[in-house]
């Protein structure tokens, strides 16, 4: 069984758009990705279905008021079979008022049966261990809801990264009940400073991105450090085809236990689900 932690998709009418915007900032800084679908669900469904890859979707509001509308959509495509859904919560927050209904949505989140939040701090524009957020994740860790964050360069800030070892180190080390997984082997074109910092810590890492542009034996090498029940199969579609990363971790001298964690067990353990 393979689940692909970390996948995106966007809702018809925004889809397109979307895509265009993204592929935009990646050409930017000299990245010619193509995305592997139009973003649809739709589309997205028929490639996982094809591979036979189910998945987690991560949505990401940009904005206070995409909370609910994101949300709701997410828990639309929860459909437990191919696809489990997080939600998104946008976490900068100027008053007690805006906090209040952050945290409010967060237990709107659960009950709508969502499994976790996705943050990414380059497009929401916030420093993870900036101590604003700090409720946020209190609240997190009380409904036990896990957080995926995007970690380590983005093209759409590609002189500022917001998401780097050091400040998610210090997350973890504040907020230990929070269940945290840092996408991209731990933030990416950091990775000598994850291996360095975060490998063996209490935090998930996913191999999201990570194909073709790391080396494998340094991949090889942080897997066994961290420990392969603290890693997730991940592709960040449409970016990349999870069946490039399955091919990439399979070259890998790894044995069937530590294959087993990586594209399912982990997945199934943090899900909650058999």
Same mark, same amino acid.
């Given at each position: ?39 649809? $669900?739709?589309? =997205?469904? &028929?490639?996982? +279905? ?6 987690? !979707?991560?949505? *990401? ?28 919560? $946008?976490?900068? =927050?100027? &008053?007690?008022? +805006? ?6 949505? !967060?237990?709107? *989140? ?33 409904? &036990? ?130």
């Amino acid at each position: 069984m393979y689940i692909d932690f970390h996948l995106h998709a966007f809702a018809d009418k925004i889809a397109e758009k979307a895509i265009g915007e993204l592929q935009k900032h990646l050409r930017n800084v000299g990245l010619d990705d193509t995305a592997y679908s139009d973003g649809t $669900y739709g589309d =997205t469904l &028929s490639h996982f +279905e094809k591979n036979d890859i189910h998945g987690v !979707l991560m949505p *990401i509001a940009t904005k206070p008021s995409q909370m609910r509308v994101c949300n709701d959509w997410a828990a639309e495509k929860n459909d437990k079979k191919r696809f489990w859904s997080y939600g998104s919560v $946008y976490p900068k =927050t100027g &008053s007690k008022e +805006e906090l209040e209904a952050v945290l409010t949505e !967060l237990e709107r *989140i659960k009950a709508l049966g969502l499994y976790g939040i996705k943050f990414h701090p380059d497009y929401q524009t916030f420093f993870p261990d900036d101590e604003s957020i700090f409720p946020i994740y209190e609240k997190c860790s009380e409904l &036990s809801l896990p957080i995926m964050f995007h970690a380590g360069f983005d093209p759409i800030s590609p002189n500022l990264t917001h998401a780097t070892p050091d400040r998610l180190l210090r997350v973890i080390e504040t907020f230990p009940k929070l269940t945290a997984i840092f996408a991209h082997m731990g933030g990416e074109d950091y990775w000598d400073e994850v291996e360095e910092l975060l490998c063996g810590k209490k935090c998930y890492i996913d191999t999201s991105y990570c194909a073709e542009n790391m080396e494998s034996s340094q991949m090889e090498r942080m897997i066994k450090k961290h420990g392969s029940k603290r890693v997730l199969f991940g592709s960040d579609f449409p970016w990349k085809d999870p069946v490039v990363i399955v091919n990439k971790l399979r070259s890998l001298d790894l044995s069937e236990d530590e294959f087993d964690d990586i594209f399912y067990k982990n997945a199934l353990e943090l899900l909650k689900v058999d």
